[in-house]
């Protein structure tokens, strides 16, 4: 074996080693970044916090008091389980330990992701945590409802969905996880800028007589107030020669479609509307069942006379709260430019002063101080204003100046010429949920995470830190030591004491739906807001409240169909007696479970019957036993609950068509048939080494990609999100794709996704080809100076494509962009304008927004792949003789002439590969679009690919992925690329076959 050899295998197991210890060698990597020693023990800990700055310090403050236990904090905003297991997976650090809300257990427990922690109870005994939660701490346990759908059995008794029914039993009545209560939003102000916004109006009313800051509390007085801080700030900045206000009235986390909710959600919920009525509407949900199918007839009659219910997406409440904001945006009220990523910029420019609001959680203020602790004392907390006042909550207010004002606000925001009527407002939600955090059945040390889990610090002074911090489970302990202001954590804000114990109330979670074929609420707003619309106010209020009527319309039909298919129980979301006063009761609903001893028999009955089904089967009694250790090995499989070959007939039918001509071919050539036999046996014999060379590499090719494209259509024959047990829904899936009568017929697919793809396909494939040869040409040409500009023109193919669209995006992304600030610094800042991109000179536009963003992704994507076609063009153009040029020269033929009956001949074949490469590689397009864009607004700049994966995969807040629909979407998708292959390749073979008769023609008579 040669050096090199050697040389290449090494490093082939050194690549192999690291791959293979990659979570020991993160752990070690990551020590030594925070020069530490490697500790024998870990906790990797995922959470959905929006306070990623609190989470940490807790952390440093137990690793300090537990040198052996390192706590790696993860944060994740969206996503399921199965994001966090598949991302911690690849990082080799699997979650010990993770918090989730209520509603989400059962999806854990369904998926195998939490491990009972009873044991350690027992070992350590309640009075463990009670000596750092004051006795207060409250577990919680998993009580399964006896009416799940899950343990629904056919009509020999057998229980449909075994396999969850047994996760379900298993965890009944067993210690998952602590509770915690999430607090209410609040209005957080700056009292430094309210101070001296006052000293140069003092007639705003911004102090009293006090001097002390009064925060707005109705919106005529809180659009007032930023109106008197945004003029504060504009002439501060006057008086210092400056252009830009130094302080603007309002600062919001709006920069993506979610955080722009963190705004419009508080007053909203405020002014009366949670996007959900709970009070239920029969005949609203009953309107969209399906009558013909046996389904839908269950469905109502089940629900006849019981309400159920219904999203409303389109509320009054929603469009006002929305039109607030935009019209304080017009107003030049609302600070620009902020990257809602960045949560801890929009904070901390309330603390520094940039702003003087921000509609956020009552902590989100106090975290910013953090970078500026000075600021700490200027912070102050105020429930969310309402609409207008109320006789009842405001003393001294009469009826007259309640109309009054009520008139005032609608006539400001052009809601009288909606027909709009504002609801009076309500009491804040205290907490949208509850919240428990547990173990999942992953954890490497359980006794680490147990000791995690509940604070186990024997230093007073960190437990006293980390309750100052508002650690996830002391929240609960903050809620019930309300009365004493000394313990209440965060002492310096007295006036969130106010807001929690007077002007909250309990509140249970809306309900969610499933991913619908228009644009959901947060997109709606999101494009409305930042499209900077000149059109009037109403006009864009208008086109919001027909886009909500749409989405809350596909909403209801998707509740619909899931409470037709059974994959949800509407009435954990509906309360025919439902106030807010009662929620707290419906937060202990599934405690109280446990103390029923009629459904704690139910339940028994249930076990015995499982036990009995499953004595025949080893996983399912494995489940039933919850073995420790089969519970990583069973958390990754997956079985389908319908028989692959009843699905897969089409598939089936081709090969039955394969092998039906293979036998009519057999029997045409019978005569021949024993020579044919000696002959493949005598050439299998002699080449029986090459079949043994080849056959890892068929494996490979069957194991990870034959089977995986034939299982597909299993799972497109079900609905779900892979995560429990999938619902049969035989060829529902394509219906929805091929059927234009369906009811869910999804239109986006085929009147947005696909047009952007083509064009996509087109374009990108015309540059590449195109410019390519032009390139090619040009590097050709006999310059000293053409190897450098081929070493520059190769360097795009050497890098990753993620890492150009990264750089993309600080080039076209934001009016502040690379381009736009090209354009501004050699004058040219009216070309946007000319252009018929803006509405008015000197506009700058977010090239990766909606209007250009397909086309910039098109450059992209052309401008990385074009290296790779020139190299190509660029060989087959040196491989053409010379003497062709001078032949044609001779016989006086122009450069363009030369080009076009001597290159482009010569060059034919490899044009022709290359075309078709470019064609399919943009066809399979994802990285690009999903970096730069992610589809962009209202699917400006989706493609398949990337639409495939948002419905697969993502989980945008508020919807569930559908894996099944997402298989059939790629099932479609590849039959629509095979069709378009196929009629390239015919077509080449034509033109090639007549070219080959042409030649063969020409030889034949030249021979004659």
Request: charge should be negative; proline fraction near 6%; glycine fraction near 8%.
């Amino acid at each position: 074996m040669q050096k090199h050899q050697i040389s290449i295998l090494l490093i082939a197991f050194g690549v192999l080693a690291i791959f293979s210890n990659w979570g020991k060698l993160a752990d070690y990597t990551e020590a030594q970044l925070r020069q530490e020693n490697v500790r024998p023990r870990k906790v990797s800990y995922w959470t959905s916090s929006g306070s990623p700055e609190v989470e940490l310090n807790m952390a440093n403050q137990f690793m300090k008091a537990h040198p052996d236990i390192m706590v790696q904090p993860n944060f994740r905003e969206t996503g399921g389980l199965q994001d966090i297991l598949y991302i911690s997976f690849l990082s080799g650090n699997p979650p010990d330990y993770m918090n989730a809300q209520l509603h989400e257990l059962r999806q854990y427990a369904l998926f195998g992701g939490i491990r009972p922690f009873d044991d350690l109870l027992e070992a350590e005994g309640p009075e463990y945590f009670d000596q750092f939660l004051d006795g207060r701490g409250r577990v919680y346990r998993f009580e399964t409802n006896p009416s799940d759908r899950l343990f629904a059995r056919d009509e020999n008794g057998n229980f449909l969905h075994p396999k969850e029914a047994a996760r379900l039993l298993n965890l009944s009545g067993r210690a998952v996880g602590l509770r915690d209560v999430t607090l209410p939003d609040t209005l957080t102000y700056n009292k430094r800028v309210f101070r001296e916004a006052a000293a140069m109006f003092p007639e705003a009313g911004l102090v009293d007589a006090n001097g002390e800051p009064v925060p707005p509390r109705t919106w005529l007085e809180f659009y007032e107030a930023a109106r008197v801080i945004s003029e504060y700030g504009r002439r501060a900045a006057e008086a210092r020669g400056q252009s830009q206000p130094l302080t603007y009235g309002v600062v919001l986390q709006g920069q993506r479609t979610n955080d722009l909710m963190r705004g419009i959600r508080p007053l909203a919920q405020r002014a009366g509307s949670m996007a959900f009525d709970f009070t239920g509407d029969t005949n609203r949900i009953q309107q969209h069942f399906d009558l013909n199918t046996p389904a839908g007839r269950a469905a109502a009659e089940r629900y006849q006379d019981r309400p159920v219910g219904y999203f409303e997406y389109d509320h009054p409440a929603y469009i006002a709260s929305f039109a607030l904001l935009l019209q304080m945006r017009r107003d030049g009220f609302v600070l620009p430019g902020l990257e809602a990523r960045h949560y801890e910029d929009v904070r901390t420019a309330l603390a520094t002063g940039q702003a003087g609001m921000l509609l956020d959680g009552w902590h989100a203020a106090l975290i910013g101080v953090e970078r500026v602790p000075w600021a700490a004392e200027d912070i102050g907390s105020a429930p969310i204003p309402v609409p207008y006042p109320n006789v009842d909550e405001m003393a001294g207010v009469t009826e007259e100046e309640i109309q009054r004002q009520k008139q005032e606000v609608e006539r400001l925001l052009s809601l009288d010429e909606l027909g709009i009527s504002l609801p009076p407002g309500n009491k804040l939600p205290r907490g949208t949920g509850v919240g428990v955090s547990f173990f999942t059945s992953l954890a490497r040390d359980p006794a680490a995470a147990w000791e995690w889990m509940h604070y186990g610090v024997k230093d007073p002074d960190v437990v006293q830190t980390n309750t100052r911090r508002g650690s996830t489970p002391l929240v609960q302990v903050a809620m019930e030591n309300l009365g004493d202001r000394d313990w209440f954590p965060y002492a310096y804000q007295p006036q969130v004491y106010d807001i929690i114990s007077h002007e909250t109330e309990m509140w249970p979670n809306p309900a969610q739906h499933g991913p619908v074929p228009v644009s959901s609420d947060q997109e709606i707003f999101f494009r409305l807001f930042h499209s900077q619309d000149p059109r009037p106010l109403v006009e864009v209020l208008r086109e919001a409240q027909n886009d909500l009527a749409r989405f809350t319309d596909a909403a209801n039909e998707d509740l619909a169909r899931r409470i037709a298919d059974g994959i949800t129980r509407p009435e954990s979301w509906t309360f025919p007696t439902f106030t807010p006063n009662t929620a707290a009761r419906y937060f202990d609903m599934q405690q109280d479970q446990g103390e029923n001893p009629e459904i704690q028999a139910e339940l028994a009955q249930l076990r015995s019957e499982l036990v009995a089904q499953a004595a025949d089967t080893p996983r399912l009694s494995n489940l039933l036993d919850a073995e420790k250790n089969n519970l990583r090995e069973d958390l990754w499989k997956y079985e389908s609950p319908t028989n692959a070959w009843v699905v897969l007939w089409v598939p089936s039918l081709m090969l039955f068509t394969i092998c039906l001509w293979f036998v009519v071919n057999a029997l045409r050539n019978r005569r021949r048939r024993k020579e044919w036999w000696k002959e493949t046996r005598q050439g299998a014999r002699g080449s029986w080494q090459a079949y043994l060379f080849v056959l890892p590499g068929m494996a490979l090719l069957f194991f990870f990609a034959i089977y995986p494209s034939l299982y597909q259509f299993v799972i497109a024959m079900h609905r779900g999100d892979g995560l429990g047990a999938m619902q049969p829904v035989g060829f529902d899936n394509f219906a929805r794709i091929l059927n234009p009568n369906h009811p869910r017929f999804d239109a986006v697919f085929w009147n947005t996704v696909i047009p952007n793809t083509l064009i996509f396909m087109i374009g990108v494939t015309s540059a590449q080809v195109i410019l390519g040869l032009m390139i090619a040409t040009l590097l050709n040409l006999p310059l000293k100076s053409n190897s450098i500009y081929r070493v520059l023109f190769f360097i795009p193919l050497v890098t990753s494509l993620a890492v150009v669209s990264v750089i993309f995006i600080g080039l076209l992304k934001g009016e502040d962009s690379g381009v736009n600030q090209f354009l501004i610094s050699v004058g040219w800042e009216n070309l946007p304008y000319r252009l018929g991109l803006v509405t008015e000179p000197g506009q700058m536009i977010n090239w990766l927004g909606e209007k250009t963003g397909l086309g910039a992704v098109m450059f992209v994507a052309a401008w990385h792949g074009m290296p790779y076609n020139i190299i190509l063009l660029l060989a087959g153009l040196q491989s053409i003789s010379p003497d062709l040029y001078e032949a044609a020269r001779v016989d006086g033929a122009s450069a363009w002439q030369r080009f076009r009956h001597v290159t482009i001949p010569e060059i034919l074949p490899i044009l022709i590969i290359i075309t078709f490469q470019a064609f399919i590689g943009a066809a399979k397009a994802f990285s690009v679009v999903f970096v730069l864009t992610e589809g962009g607004i209202n699917h400006s700049s989706e493609l398949v690919a990337t639409y495939i994966f948002r419905w697969g995969f993502m989980r945008p807040a508020g919807r569930d992925a559908d894996l099944g629909y997402a298989s059939a979407l790629g099932i479609v998708y590849s039959v629509l690329l095979a069709a378009l292959t196929l009629t390239n390749v015919i077509i080449i073979a034509r033109r090639w076959k007549r070219r080959l008769d042409a030649e063969h023609a020409a030889i034949k008579e030249e021979g004659q």
